[in-house]
């Protein structure tokens, strides 16, 4: 069971924009940066955000992340097929000393 | 370029140990932590613990410790997870990975292609 919450799906038609949301206590998200993964059946996470807002290179800019108090949030713009997939967030717990990861959120394209 | 590759899949029976690998590649290895990540089929990863080649200064979640041993070889650029007595609630894919830190601002860029562990008698 996380320590982290993330709704179990999210869905919108190609094009459109979806919202992913991570919470979690002060001594979590409140304290540290969020980090985002996308995973595809099978294959290992892909960092897709770090340090709350940042985008590796390669990544595009369809996908932004922000963090606000205990709470983060991926969005997910002009969505594509290709965006289906199963989406993380990761933080620092420092009452655990723990890096933790949220339960994930599917992601649906209608 | 960085690459992280992992030994291949496991058959075992409870009881039994095993130690997985994970070759890093295109880095320099001993300035980077090593992380390992369990992924149970249809649940979320978890992180199991972490290493710092350059020093084995070695960190365990608290879920994990005790129950694996991480280790890394600064002369073969590898790291490892290993188990000294297996069970069928190991059965897991197992991933590694590289980040810049350990705890404050950790994130993970690059990862393993993964280790699929089946424990089963």
């Known amino acids: 069971q996380s320590v982290l919450t993330q709704p179990p799906s999210v869905s919108a038609a190609p094009g459109q924009k979806v919202t992913i949301s991570c919470s979690g206590v002060s001594s979590k998200i409140g304290n540290d940066y969020v980090s985002w993964y996308q995973q595809f059946p099978g294959i290992a996470p892909k960092l897709l955000i770090y340090k709350s807002d940042q985008r590796p290179s390669g990544i595009p800019d369809r996908f932004s992340g922000s963090k606000s108090g205990t709470s983060a949030t991926l969005d997910i713009t002009g969505l594509q097929t290709g965006d289906e997939a199963d989406y993380y967030c990761g933080t620092w717990d420092s009452s655990l000393s723990a890096y933790v990861l949220g339960p994930g959120t599917k992601v649906t394209v209608l | 370029e960085v690459q992280l590759v992992q030994s291949g899949a496991e058959v075992k029976k409870p009881g039994e140990s095993l130690k997985i690998s994970c070759k890093g590649s295109?880095?320099?290895?001993?300035?980077?932590?090593i992380g390992w990540v369990r992924q149970i089929p249809g649940r979320g990863p978890e992180w199991m613990g972490t290493?710092?080649?350059?020093?084995?200064?070695?960190r365990y979640s608290p879920s994990f410790k005790g129950q694996v041993t991480i280790s890394a070889d600064r002369s073969t650029a590898t790291a490892h997870l290993q188990w000294t007595s297996l069970r069928a609630s190991d059965t897991a894919m197992y991933y590694c990975?590289?980040?810049?830190?350990?705890?404050?601002?950790?994130?993970?860029?690059?990862w393993g292609q993964g280790t699929l562990v089946t424990v089963s008698s």
């Open positions: 290493i710092y080649p350059g020093d084995s200064d070695t």
């Open positions: 295109g880095y320099h290895f001993d300035t980077y932590w």
């Open positions: 990975a590289r980040s810049d830190y350990y705890a404050a601002g950790i994130y993970y860029d690059y």
